[in-house]
């Protein structure tokens, strides 16, 4: 009997490693596949201002940075001021959230293909701490803008983001009366508010200290090897079943 076991018990332990397989490395330190991205991640030390915190591994260069603490980039020719000069306090958010977008290599489980002429793919659905998205919804209120949502809709006509024709520019907290409203509905859900604070490992965060490790690797990490463990249950389970009805037949054999 012990011979007929051999092989079966083989396979058995072969397919609990693969079982517990480690985090997908596909999602891990990856760049998206976009117009100003690099291909892959690696270090840039003369990133600028408060793009500097990625400057260890970045999916962005030095001249993107700079780029993006400009009031008109020419990355996109996208203008914060479309409804009169937009507050420095709520601008500094907006620089954070594009330093986010084009230098972390950390936004691997939620990036997704998408068919758009300027890029290949986006992220989509990020867990961004709860703190980020208060701070950022508070210190914009008081700005101006003519639109819920900044993925599409503007007037490009003059080269440069417009507001459209019968838009009314009103407080941000006429157009995104929350937080979440803010977060989620400007960048088509790029962001989703999460219940976790900032340190919980299970969060984003768009602000953070350089000197104290990038806390993002540690929320991809979490969020890959779940991604993993969700993709096992399908295909593993009839065949778990499967040898354990083999193993009963050979048992009784």
Same mark, same amino acid.
């Given at each position: 009997?012990?011979?007929?076991?051999?092989?079966?018990?083989?396979?058995?332990?072969?397919?609990?490693?693969?079982?517990?397989?480690?985090?997908?490395?596909? /999602?891990?330190? =990856?760049?998206?596949?976009?117009?100003?991205?690099?291909?892959?991640?690696?270090?840039?030390?003369?990133?600028?201002?408060?793009?500097?915190? !990625?400057?260890?591994?970045?999916?962005?260069?030095? %001249? =993107?940075?700079?780029? +993006?603490?400009?009031?008109?980039?020419?990355?996109?020719?996208?203008? *914060? @001021?479309?409804?009169?000069?937009?507050?420095?306090?709520?601008?500094?958010?907006?620089?954070?959230?594009?330093?986010?977008?084009?230098?972390?290599?950390?936004?691997?489980? !939620?990036?997704?293909? =998408?068919?758009?002429?300027?890029?290949?793919?986006?992220?989509?659905? =990020?867990?961004?701490?709860?703190?980020?998205?208060?701070?950022? *919804?508070? @210190?914009?209120?008081?700005?101006?803008?003519?639109?819920?949502? !900044?993925?599409?809709? !503007?007037?490009?006509?003059?080269?440069?983001?417009?507001?459209?024709?019968?838009?009314?520019?009103?407080?941000?907290?006429?157009?995104?009366?929350?937080?979440?409203?803010?977060?989620? #509905?400007?960048?088509?859900?790029?962001?989703?508010?999460?219940?976790?604070?900032?340190?919980? #490992?299970?969060?984003?965060?768009? *602000?953070?200290?350089?000197?104290?490790?990038?806390?993002?690797?540690?929320?991809? %990490?979490?969020?890959?090897?779940?991604?993993?463990?969700?993709? *096992?249950?399908?295909?593993? %389970?009839? $065949?778990? +079943?499967? $040898?354990?009805?083999?193993?009963? /037949?050979?048992?009784?054999?």
């Amino acid at each position: 009997m012990p011979w007929k076991l051999t092989p079966l018990l083989l396979f058995l332990g072969w397919m609990t490693s693969v079982c517990s397989a480690r985090t997908r490395t596909d /999602l891990l330190n =990856v760049c998206m596949d976009a117009k100003h991205h690099k291909a892959e991640p690696g270090p840039e030390d003369k990133l600028h201002n408060q793009c500097t915190p !990625w400057k260890k591994n970045a999916c962005c260069s030095a %001249r =993107v940075s700079q780029e +993006l603490h400009k009031d008109t980039s020419s990355l996109y020719n996208f203008t *914060w @001021d479309h409804c009169g000069k937009m507050e420095p306090a709520c601008q500094r958010h907006f620089i954070q959230d594009n330093c986010l977008y084009e230098c972390s290599p950390n936004l691997g489980p !939620w990036i997704q293909e =998408v068919n758009q002429k300027w890029r290949k793919e986006r992220f989509l659905n =990020v867990p961004l701490c709860k703190e980020d998205c208060q701070s950022w *919804w508070e @210190d914009c209120r008081t700005s101006y803008t003519c639109k819920s949502n !900044w993925h599409r809709g !503007w007037d490009w006509t003059s080269g440069s983001n417009k507001c459209p024709t019968g838009t009314i520019c009103r407080t941000f907290e006429a157009y995104f009366p929350t937080p979440a409203a803010l977060c989620e #509905g400007l960048w088509s859900h790029s962001y989703k508010l999460s219940n976790y604070s900032r340190g919980s #490992g299970r969060c984003i965060q768009m *602000w953070f200290d350089p000197a104290q490790g990038n806390p993002n690797e540690e929320v991809a %990490r979490f969020y890959a090897l779940a991604l993993t463990a969700e993709a *096992w249950p399908q295909g593993i %389970r009839p $065949l778990l +079943l499967c $040898l354990a009805l083999m193993l009963s /037949l050979w048992l009784h054999d």
